[in-house]
């Protein structure tokens, strides 16, 4: 399966960042790709669904996959359980906390980290049960305990140093695969692209 591709970041971030990860699946043969930058802090779930749904349905005649970065995951699938008139396509979670995130619950205790998330907070906090869209869905995760999210939450079991490969194991998930990649470093990852752009072929991460 080919077609368009929608790149979304993490909480904190513009779609630039995201430069290096879209080349990288440029050369691996993915040519129609773009990111789509939304208000992560200060914008509500619902604009940013809108907005992501109205882009996906503009790439008409094609597969449109989504890959997202922590937040951006998160959103990728609340989209695609919300709005039921997308074009066909893939998911790709990148370190998305699926199942709640105990650092942002962490941090939701404090007011400055309630600032800091702000309307993503609900989002972050309570994740979701599980996946039951015809999407299938993909995760990577990272096993590089170093990131801020220890300041915030304890993790049990290995953690890329913001949230816990347990956080990412979303029921009803077509496959899920570990990196030796910090939280931010998953969209730097040459590995982690490589995986992203076998998921978008095939529905599975190559072994």
């Known amino acids: 399966m080919s077609g368009h591709v ?3 970041h993490g909480i904190w971030m513009r779609g630039f960042t995201l430069g290096p990860f879209a080349r990288r699946l440029r050369d691996a043969g993915f040519a129609s790709i773009t990111t789509l930058d939304y208000a992560s802090v200060s914008g509500t779930l619902e604009v940013a669904v809108d907005r992501l ?3 996906m349905r503009a790439a008409e005649g094609e597969p449109v996959h989504v890959v997202g ?8 699938v609340e989209t695609a359980r919300r709005v039921a008139d997308l074009p066909s396509g893939r998911i790709v979670c990148l370190g998305s906390p699926l199942r ?3 650092a942002a619950r962490g941090a939701d205790r404090v007011r400055l980290g309630r600032w800091i998330m702000g309307n993503s907070a609900d989002i972050l906090t309570r994740g979701f049960d599980r996946w039951e869209g015809p999407r299938e869905l993909g995760v990577v995760a990272g096993l590089t305990p170093l990131g801020l999210g220890r300041l915030f ?7 890329d140093g913001t949230v816990s490969v347990a956080e990412t194991l979303l029921p009803g998930t077509t496959d899920h695969c570990t ?5 931010s470093g998953l969209v730097f990852s040459t590995e982690v692209a490589t995986l992203v752009a076998g998921f978008l072929r095939s529905g599975r991460f190559p072994r």
């Open 179 to 183: 990196v030796a990649a910090t939280h």
């Open 100 to 102: 709640g995130s105990a």
């Open 69 to 76: 970065h922590s937040l951006g995951g998160m959103l990728a």
């Open 6 to 8: 929608i790149l979304l």
């Open 153 to 159: 939450g304890r993790f049990d079991g290995p953690h």
């Open 53 to 55: 749904a109205a882009r």
